[in-house]
């Protein structure tokens, strides 16, 4: 019997011992992260420091070469858009004359009318109107015009070169089962049937499309072809194993796999390849990751699978991924999300 206790203090020992061990670890990791986040935070060029403001960012301006961002400080004190200078001084947002924009300014409704689209933009698509026989439709807005109506598809989107998604009806699918319909707003690419739609940008975009069905047969089991699509609707680079493809911008696109990312040319060619840092999954792709792709020739904001960073066209990080969201504001501005904090970062230097 007292051999019997040694053994149970001793195997409670050893247990109590791997506890610690574990949780020293656990600490230890914590800290050396914390740390690599305070050297980050240092090492990089703040335009705006982070700091606790209702909004910020989201577009720049210039007056004199110097960028000014539109932010609201505190929603409880005063509930205007101002603007911020990189000195940290406050504007009233209609006080400050900026530069003219030297970028062509593009109009939209001759860019929409170019890319055949037959509604205007201020149309807008519904799906939960009181009409017993009508699904989805298309109104103006402050008209009672109804411009379109259809028993088959619902959640029409534009996804840009004269082409809308929408999904099925139909319920009885595992999956949201989508089509991409012309601007007549008829299915288009011999009825075929897609689980992910991307949006059209420089003649591409990221499908994955359901190679042995289409709308009249959706099989249970589905054979996915994964890829971009040319405006003739066929797969001219194949991704394999991908589970999201950004739009490209500038003949480059970046592509998720779940455990590596990487950037690819209007051919298909892998430019450069990282890890990950956290396996990912299709859904979380797709959710945190599309409305945060925007890139340039060399400079690409990346989802690692748990943080945002911006790496350049060689590889490097130019703001290390330790960010929970970053968006692109401009090619050398970036409002970063850190906790409870935004700020934004100043990449003219590199």
């Given at each position: 019997?007292?051999?019997?206790?040694?053994?149970?203090?001793?195997?409670?020992?050893?247990?109590?011992?791997?506890?610690?061990?574990?949780?020293?670890?656990?600490?230890?990791?914590?800290?050396?992260?914390?740390?690599?986040?305070?050297?980050?935070?240092?090492?990089?060029?703040?335009?705006?420091?982070?700091?606790?403001?209702?909004?910020?960012?989201?577009?720049?301006?210039?007056?004199?070469?110097?960028?000014?961002?539109?932010?609201?400080?505190?929603?409880?004190?005063r509930d205007e858009d101002e603007w911020i200078?990189?000195?940290?001084?406050?504007?009233?947002?209609?006080?400050?004359?900026?530069?003219?924009?030297?970028?062509?300014?593009?109009?939209?409704?001759?860019?929409?009318?170019?890319?055949?689209?037959?509604?205007?933009?201020?149309?807008?698509?519904?799906?939960?109107?009181?009409?017993?026989?009508?699904?989805?439709?298309?109104?103006?807005?402050?008209?009672?015009?109804?411009?379109?109506?259809?028993?088959?598809?619902?959640?029409?989107?534009?996804?840009?070169?004269?082409?809308?998604?929408?999904?099925?009806?139909?319920?009885?699918?595992?999956?949201?089962?989508?089509?991409?319909?012309?601007?007549?707003?008829?299915?288009?690419?011999?009825?075929?049937?897609?689980?992910?739609?991307?949006?059209?940008?420089?003649?591409?975009?990221?499908?994955?499309?359901?190679?042995?069905?289409?709308?009249?047969?959706?099989?249970?089991?589905?054979?996915?072809?994964?890829?971009?699509?040319?405006?003739?609707?066929?797969?001219?680079?194949?991704?394999?194993?991908?589970?999201?493809?950004?739009?490209?911008?500038?003949?480059?696109?970046?592509?998720?796999?779940?455990?590596?990312?990487?950037?690819?040319?209007?051919?298909?060619?892998?430019?450069?390849?990282?890890?990950?840092?956290?396996?990912?999954?299709?859904?979380?792709?797709?959710?945190?990751?599309?409305?945060?792709?925007?890139?340039?020739?060399?400079?690409?904001?990346?989802?690692?699978?748990?943080?945002?960073?911006?790496?350049?066209?060689?590889?490097?990080?130019?703001?290390?991924?330790?960010?929970?969201?970053?968006?692109?504001?401009?090619?050398?501005?970036?409002?970063?999300?850190?906790?409870?904090?935004?700020?934004?970062?100043?990449?003219?230097?590199?």
């Amino acid at each position: 019997m007292e051999r019997k206790g040694k053994i149970v203090a001793g195997l409670l020992t050893v247990v109590l011992v791997l506890i610690g061990i574990i949780a020293f670890i656990g600490f230890y990791q914590a800290a050396k992260w914390q740390e690599a986040v305070r050297e980050e935070i240092q090492r990089l060029d703040w335009a705006v420091p982070l700091g606790h403001y209702e909004s910020l960012g989201g577009t720049v301006a210039f007056k004199d070469g110097e960028p000014y961002f539109p932010l609201k400080a505190d929603m409880t004190v005063r509930d205007e858009d101002e603007w911020i200078d990189k000195n940290g001084q406050i504007y009233d947002y209609d006080a400050v004359t900026f530069d003219a924009d030297e970028e062509k300014e593009v109009d939209y409704e001759t860019q929409r009318k170019e890319e055949g689209y037959l509604f205007p933009a201020d149309a807008y698509w519904s799906d939960d109107w009181d009409h017993d026989d009508m699904i989805c439709g298309a109104k103006l807005f402050q008209s009672e015009d109804i411009l379109f109506e259809t028993d088959q598809f619902c959640s029409i989107d534009e996804i840009g070169a004269g082409f809308y998604q929408a999904s099925l009806v139909e319920r009885q699918y595992s999956d949201d089962v989508k089509v991409i319909l012309k601007n007549d707003v008829t299915p288009a690419f011999g009825r075929s049937v897609y689980l992910q739609i991307g949006g059209y940008s420089e003649g591409l975009c990221y499908c994955e499309k359901v190679a042995n069905g289409d709308m009249d047969n959706v099989p249970l089991h589905m054979k996915i072809e994964k890829g971009y699509y040319d405006q003739n609707g066929r797969l001219v680079i194949p991704t394999g194993g991908s589970v999201y493809g950004t739009p490209f911008y500038e003949g480059c696109a970046v592509v998720y796999e779940e455990e590596t990312v990487y950037v690819i040319d209007k051919e298909g060619n892998k430019l450069l390849e990282k890890p990950l840092r956290k396996t990912i999954v299709e859904n979380q792709t797709w959710d945190e990751a599309y409305d945060s792709t925007p890139h340039w020739k060399d400079r690409f904001v990346i989802f690692d699978g748990k943080y945002y960073g911006v790496m350049d066209g060689r590889g490097n990080w130019l703001i290390k991924p330790m960010f929970y969201n970053l968006i692109a504001d401009h090619k050398d501005f970036f409002t970063v999300y850190f906790g409870d904090k935004k700020g934004i970062v100043d990449l003219r230097k590199g």
